[in-house]
């Protein structure tokens, strides 16, 4: 028991060192372009505008990304867990064809459309809950997340409904953080290499932090390119690669209700609220409007509320 409890606190450790990477060379970064660069070497009127931008995007990027790692995965409600008696007849049954029939008759009385890909209703044994439609199961974080996405090492969290809007915006400032840098410190970066300017102990830094923000800015770039492209569909990278399965089959377009609403899902109806990564995505992750099934979310308030321990209040739109 305490070997394996030992093995998991250290791999909980190792789990945060492509984060720490990150925020080293964050680190470093603001301290080569506002120290070596900006104070030390070139302390011009406009560096102050050069600093002024500069700031702007840190600031936002640091506040998109730590939002990122320490929002907490959004898991599903006690209304999808089994009641007792049905919990104690599942478990208690061996044969997975009346398993199965346990769980239909519990899930005609939720909001869940989407099975596995032999139809079946989508249960998790390690969370004990039917999982919503969206959800899956993280096996680093260990539990069920709701619209989940993906489980991202360079925050060391899964990239969900409670985050998703974050992470996008995330990987929007760090791209821009990254092309300010690029672009102001080229002119210097070409008069060093074409030795313009005189060896300083500011030449490596400078150099050196051209290089990383290019690398990083084409890297950033091309996989905000795809989760924009994601978040115009309406699909999560889960849903990308193995389409969600209705009843009348799979369907990779099935949750897409058109542009612009598909991105008023993830960022929310106001415009004002979309560049700040404050929480303002619609609904609240257990259920989607489809372009397959009409739900009447009266009906279904009133049946998660007899069904479960407590009211789970969804979003709804017209469809």
Not at 247 to 261: I, Q, V, Y
Request: charged share 15%; with cysteine; aromatic share 18%.
């Amino acid at each position: 028991m305490a070997p394996s409890h030992a093995f998991r606190c250290c791999k909980r450790a190792l789990n945060w060192t492509p984060v720490l990477f990150i925020n080293l060379v964050i680190g470093w970064s603001y301290y080569a372009y506002v120290v070596e660069l900006c104070t030390l070497t070139f302390l011009f009127i406009s560096t102050v505008s050069y600093l002024v931008v500069f700031h702007l995007f840190f600031a936002m990027f640091i506040w998109s990304y730590w939002k990122t790692i320490w929002s907490k995965p959004a898991s599903p409600s006690v209304a999808f867990a089994l009641p007792s008696a049905d919990k104690e007849l599942y478990e208690r049954e061996q044969r997975a064809e009346v398993q199965q029939e346990i769980l239909k008759r519990v899930a005609r009385s939720l909001p869940v459309y989407t099975r596995t890909a032999g139809g079946a209703i989508r249960y998790c044994d390690f969370c004990q809950v039917i999982k919503p439609d969206r959800c899956h199961h993280c096996s680093t974080c260990e539990m069920c997340v709701l619209k989940m996405d993906h489980h991202c090492p360079w925050v060391n969290n899964c990239v969900g409904f409670s985050n998703y809007k974050f992470f996008v915006l995330f990987l929007t400032y760090a791209a821009l953080y990254c092309a300010v840098i690029c672009a102001t410190v080229m002119q210097y970066f070409i008069k060093f290499w074409t030795k313009e300017l005189h060896d300083t102990h500011a030449k490596f830094h400078i150099l050196f932090l051209f290089f990383v923000a290019a690398l990083f800015f084409i890297s950033v770039m091309s996989l905000l390119g795809y989760h924009l492209w994601l978040v115009g569909k309406n699909r999560t990278t889960i849903e990308a690669f193995r389409a969600p399965v209705f009843p009348n089959g799979p369907d990779k377009n099935g949750f897409s209700l058109g542009f612009r609403r598909n991105v008023a899902e993830v960022f929310g109806d106001r415009a004002k609220n979309w560049i700040f990564p404050v929480f303002s995505s619609q609904g609240d992750g257990h259920s989607f409007v489809t372009r397959l099934v009409h739900i009447d979310p009266e009906q279904v308030n009133t049946v998660l509320q007899q069904n479960g321990k407590m009211l789970v209040s969804f979003f709804f739109s017209t469809c």
